[in-house]
């Protein structure tokens, strides 16, 4: 018998994607299967919203389960551990983000690059994520939380902050250079952080006034929008923006030998662009996922900063109104689910 708790099991599932403004995730009430072997279930505590969420919700990026849970930034409680499950036990507070397993036997997961494995499934795309009250995950998925972060706190931290951290790795920004920041969202409002606890001179580019003010306020040296040019060439930049132009606008203001990581599932498109404005050895580069590794340093450099995160609350009835917010740019910082139970 399942206990008390799992009686009021709530998610929003998507059925069919749609444009958000149709309000596509609808209500279900549920009841989790028993965990597997080498699976917990997990009592959800908050779920990130991320732009990845809203691209699969409107089927920009395909669904590749239907119908979906989505949600891939978890925090909660483990409730029950199936068989094998020696590291984790009931009560024990964990995180889970976009890797939901790896095969663990390819070339690349023996080679530490898990998140390029063929066989790689993520979460609340290939299996229902956070947009629910529980949820069944891989133990060998979860992370523990450092202690200094409330539940809220810590569901940004795992999507924009564990990938910002990766993409400052594939820039290859060394400490005290120049880094661009193209775009000003929840994941670089992280990586702004991280960059400037290495010492990094930050360069932000955003159409928003208020993005350029704050990223001011966090250490940015200059802000301006996309049209502009910062004051110097840059030694290496990321982009946030889901959009082709931000990388092309990137590219045009670092400096030779410099790299452009494109933090982004999906682009609209690349446009056409000189050759010349790669020659000298520039690099674009992709981010694609995170490794567990990736995780365990960043959460550690997370506490140890510490990070701060910037997030408005919504209810879990309420994630269509959450990714509507997203689109149309009226977040501050991220947006989390609260998963009242009742």
């Known amino acids: 018998m399942n206990p008390p708790l799992l009686a009021h099991s709530r998610s929003m599932i998507l059925k069919a994607?749609?444009?958000?403004?149709?309000?596509?995730?609808?209500?279900?009430?549920?009841?989790?299967?028993?965990?597997?072997?080498?699976?917990?279930?997990?009592?959800?505590?908050?779920?990130g919203v991320c732009r990845t969420d809203l691209q699969i919700v409107e089927g920009a990026i395909a669904?590749?389960?239907?119908?979906i849970i989505p949600g891939h930034q978890i925090v909660g409680r483990v409730v029950?551990?199936?068989?094998?499950?020696?590291?984790?036990?009931?009560?024990?507070?964990?995180?889970?983000?976009?890797?939901?397993?790896?095969?663990?036997?390819?070339d690349q997961c023996k080679e530490g690059r898990e998140n390029l494995c063929r066989q790689a499934r993520f979460t609340g795309w290939d299996c229902d994520g956070g947009y629910a009250t529980h949820a069944i995950v891989r133990a060998s998925a979860t992370f523990p939380i450092p202690e200094r972060f409330a539940d809220q706190e810590a569901a940004p931290l795992l999507c924009g902050g564990v990938i910002g951290y990766r993409s400052l790795k594939r820039s290859k920004i060394k400490p005290g250079g120049k880094l661009g920041l193209f775009g000003f969202?929840?994941?670089?409002?992280?990586?702004?952080?991280?960059?400037?606890?290495?010492?990094?001179?930050?360069?932000?580019?955003?159409?928003?006034?208020k993005e350029q003010t704050e990223a001011k306020r966090l250490g940015a040296e200059w802000a301006g929008s996309y049209e502009d040019r910062p004051p110097e060439l840059?030694?290496?930049?990321?982009?946030?923006?889901?959009?082709?132009?931000?990388?092309?606008?990137?590219?045009?203001?670092?400096?030779?030998g410099a790299t452009i990581a494109i933090n982004a599932i999906h682009l609209d498109h690349v446009p056409e662009f000189s050759y010349d404005d790669l020659w000298w050895e520039r690099s674009l580069v992709s981010v694609?996922?995170?490794?567990?590794?990736?995780?365990?340093?960043?959460?550690?450099?997370?506490?140890?900063?510490?990070?701060?995160?910037?997030?408005?609350?919504?209810?879990?009835?309420?994630?269509?109104?959450?990714?509507?917010?997203?689109?149309?740019?009226?977040?501050?910082?991220?947006?989390?689910?609260?998963?009242?139970?009742?």
Not at 97 to 104: H, R, V, Y
């Open 80 to 106: 029950s551990v199936g068989a094998d499950v020696t590291e984790l036990r009931p009560g024990d507070r964990v995180g889970v983000g976009w890797l939901a397993s790896a095969c663990g036997n390819c």
């Open 234 to 256: 840059l030694d290496a930049a990321i982009t946030f923006a889901p959009v082709g132009d931000v990388v092309i606008a990137a590219l045009h203001a670092c400096d030779r």
């Open 185 to 209: 969202g929840a994941s670089a409002l992280i990586t702004i952080q991280i960059a400037r606890h290495w010492g990094c001179r930050v360069f932000v580019c955003t159409r928003s006034e």
């Open 17 to 47: 994607a749609g444009p958000i403004s149709d309000h596509p995730l609808r209500f279900q009430a549920f009841e989790p299967r028993p965990p597997a072997s080498g699976e917990i279930l997990l009592q959800i505590a908050a779920c």
């Open 63 to 67: 669904p590749h389960k239907i119908p």
């Open 288 to 342: 694609a996922n995170y490794t567990r590794a990736d995780a365990k340093e960043f959460l550690e450099l997370a506490a140890e900063i510490p990070v701060r995160t910037v997030f408005d609350v919504f209810d879990l009835e309420d994630a269509n109104v959450a990714l509507e917010r997203l689109s149309a740019g009226q977040l501050h910082g991220a947006a989390v689910l609260r998963m009242n139970q009742k």
